[in-house]
């Protein structure tokens, strides 16, 4: 098998392995634990706390650990806007946000009455900045953009929007799941106020990410999980110290970064085997990650491939028993439900031969 599915998760980097495993040995104690074996944990966590602030250019007490993105995102939006709707009502995120976004949002329109604003984005699947800025009122109490596209790699202007909504006194969330380490970002340059990422898009182990919130301290925030006092009392409950110091190895290790190049180049390759076989690119041209491509290839029943190939990748529509919904990613971008159901998304790593990606052509012009 074939693994093209690297966007939805990730396997473990021998040095993450490794790691786990020695800390699931080791480091059994609760980390809020008085006794020296606790307080030992509890130094190893900060290393890591300290870590992730350094890679994004952030102070080491701006970071609050999470079960990860999901819970961060939710953590970030509810957690802001219901700690200051005196502030306003008003939030403006994109209509290609990650299904998690959208759902935070369809909650707080039907429970809260906040009204959300959804900026649509162009067919190359790139949010026209402008339209965000627009959209910017005086009782805008939040922004949440995606960095980059799940769906079509493709990276939003997330400085552009970040400056204005500084000019602007707007609180700009990001949802970084996908771009962190994959493209360089440091906090201060972007204008980003809170910053979500997780360990299993890097490498990392599943069930552990990361919020970070710029002037923590001073920044009014809900908890959305109550506890114990964890986490400067904004996410309650046990830390899971192996998990994140699973995660800290895997931001510490250089793997994505020493292997970009590489996946540039086998993201050139598919995208030339696309054309020739008559296929189109769905992901831009320019503006994207190399690590995500979306394709749709001529009369290709997308749904039996990922089903039954042993490509594993994932189809850019959701398959129920009785029907295919099309991917609101897709439709946002333009296309209809045929094109919708010949698309698959392809995600790289830099292990994949040019043998392999060969052979999955030729699998599918065999049918």
Wanted: proline content about 4%; hydrophobic content about 35%.
């Amino acid at each position: 098998m074939i693994y093209l599915d690297f966007a939805a998760s990730t396997p473990l980097l021998p040095s993450v392995k490794n790691e786990l495993f020695r800390a699931f040995e080791e480091e059994y104690s609760n980390p809020s634990s008085a006794h020296k074996l606790g307080r030992s944990s509890a130094e190893k966590i900060e290393k890591v706390r300290e870590t992730i602030a350094h890679s994004i250019g952030a102070y080491r007490s701006e970071i609050i650990f999470t079960s990860g993105a999901s819970e961060a995102n939710n953590l970030a939006i509810k957690g802001y806007v219901l700690a200051n709707q005196k502030k306003g009502k008003h939030i403006i995120t994109s209509s290609i946000e990650h299904k998690c976004i959208l759902t935070i949002c369809h909650f707080l329109e039907k429970e809260h009455e906040y009204e959300i604003t959804y900026i649509s984005p162009q067919k190359n699947g790139i949010i026209n900045a402008e339209d965000v800025i627009t959209a910017m009122r005086d009782d805008t109490v939040l922004v949440s953009t995606m960095h980059v596209n799940n769906e079509l790699g493709s990276i939003q202007p997330i400085e552009v929007i970040g400056k204005e909504c500084f000019k602007r006194n707007i609180k700009f969330h990001v949802d970084a799941a996908q771009s962190y380490k994959k493209i360089p970002i440091n906090v201060d340059e972007l204008n980003i106020d809170m910053l979500s990422i997780s360990a299993h898009k890097i490498y990392g182990p599943k069930g552990i990410g990361a919020l970070y919130i710029r002037d923590l301290r001073e920044t009014r925030i809900q908890p959305v999980i109550h506890g114990a006092g964890q986490e400067y009392g904004l996410r309650g409950g046990t830390l899971p110290t192996p998990l994140i110091l699973g995660f800290g190895t895997a931001v510490e290790d250089q793997t994505i970064e020493n292997t970009f190049a590489e996946v540039k180049k086998i993201n050139s390759l598919l995208r030339t085997q696309v054309i020739e076989i008559g296929g189109k690119i769905n992901s831009p041209n320019i503006k994207y990650i190399p690590h995500i491509l979306n394709v749709r290839l001529p009369n290709f029943d997308a749904a039996h491939f990922v089903t039954n190939s042993d490509f594993l990748c994932s189809q850019g529509s959701a398959c129920s028993s009785m029907n295919i919904e099309m991917s609101y990613v897709l439709r946002e971008i333009g296309l209809n439900y045929n094109n919708a159901i010949e698309s698959i998304r392809l995600s790289l790593a830099s292990n994949l031969e040019y043998d392999s990606m060969t052979s999955f052509f030729n699998s599918i012009i065999r049918g």
